[in-house]
């Protein structure tokens, strides 16, 4: 989704037509074409994940696609489509507008704390409005036990992810109980201040909404949002750590247009592994196609606190207006 998105941004931006479209809905990448409807039967496919869709989330993507071609290769009539259209899950409605709203939404963090140790569901790690005091959390990272993705259920659809956190190689943030509903839309970034006693290693993060159930739901359309250290400047160049130093790095989350409900809370969870999904960083620093190696234990450290660089460990989202008083503090 990321590539479409960039894609209708800069051609709006630079393309010489004006007439460009967007539709986002919340499907699979299977039925999106089709609107979310299954492409034989054309009946709804209300299942994605743990969750449930509304009917209203529907579109007929073959009468979508009628419209257009009877309007570019037969001259039929421009059909009136706002340019675009995006449905927001968790408030589960379509808004139509003009452009990509991200612009509309304000910059806003939520940073990374703990009082004891943020390991595993158990811990107390908290997502804060405020920058915290100086501190950290630190978890083990073995490339032979590695987190096991469960391959019965499709994780890059919104699933309950509690059966994987009471592993103590998961850091999990939470915040404070949502009283006011608020909404999150676009790019979403997780910054990090960390080390390793390794040359190189993996960090994966995953964003839920945790419900009044406790179940914590994810959230965007990734299967695992990753990045390999040695990537962190950029995936032209692999520069590797030296063993116990503090760094920074950024992991993108991608676009996210979700409504937070009362009642709910956020949800963060740090951890280095997520296989077979994400394949195992041997923590050697050695070529990643050709490593033979055993893989080396590794320790991973996230700081928190005063900036470091200039950079705190925090979720970096764009948010409505409403989300100052959303907490219960």
């Not at 009917?55 to 073959?62: K, R, T």
């Not at 004891?116 to 978890?139: C, Y």
Request: hydrophobic fraction near 30%; charge should be negative.
């Amino acid at each position: 989704m990321h590539g479409t998105i960039m894609h209708f941004k800069n051609i709006k931006k630079y393309g010489a037509n004006k007439d460009h479209f967007i539709i986002i809905g919340p499907y699979s990448h299977e039925t999106a074409p089709e609107g979310g409807l299954d492409y034989l039967t054309h009946k709804p496919i209300k299942n994605l994940g743990d969750l449930v869709l509304e009917d209203n989330a529907f579109l007929s993507g073959l009468n979508i696609t009628r419209e257009f071609y009877d309007w570019c290769l037969k001259d039929g009539p421009k059909p009136e489509w706002s340019p675009a259209k995006i449905y927001i899950t968790g408030e589960n409605k379509w808004i139509e507008t003009s452009d990509y709203l991200e612009n509309e939404y304000e910059d806003k963090y939520l940073y990374l704390k703990s009082t004891n140790s943020a390991n595993s569901i158990n811990g107390d790690g908290e997502l804060d409005l405020d920058q915290p005091r100086n501190g950290s959390d630190t978890f083990d990272y073995d490339p032979d036990k590695p987190v096991m993705s469960n391959l019965s259920k499709n994780v890059r659809y919104p699933v309950d992810m509690n059966f994987y956190l009471n592993r103590t190689d998961f850091l999990v943030y939470t915040s404070p109980k949502i009283k006011q509903a608020f909404n999150i839309f676009g790019e979403v970034k997780l910054e990090l201040t960390f080390s390793s006693n390794v040359k190189d290693t993996d960090f994966v993060a995953f964003l839920m909404d945790v419900d009044e159930y406790g179940n914590s739901i994810k959230i965007g359309s990734m299967d695992a949002n990753q990045l390999r250290t040695r990537y962190r400047h950029g995936y032209d160049k692999e520069i590797l750590m030296e063993p116990n130093k503090i760094y920074n790095l950024t992991i993108d989350m991608y676009e996210i247009g979700h409504q937070f409900l009362p009642g709910h809370r956020v949800r963060l969870a740090i951890t280095s592994s997520f296989f077979p999904i994400v394949s195992r960083n041997l923590n050697t620093g050695n070529d990643i196609a050709f490593d033979m190696h055993p893989g080396v234990k590794s320790k991973q450290t996230i700081y928190y606190g005063s900036p470091l660089n200039g950079m705190n460990s925090r979720i970096h989202f764009r948010s409505n207006n409403l989300f100052k008083n959303s907490f219960e503090i």
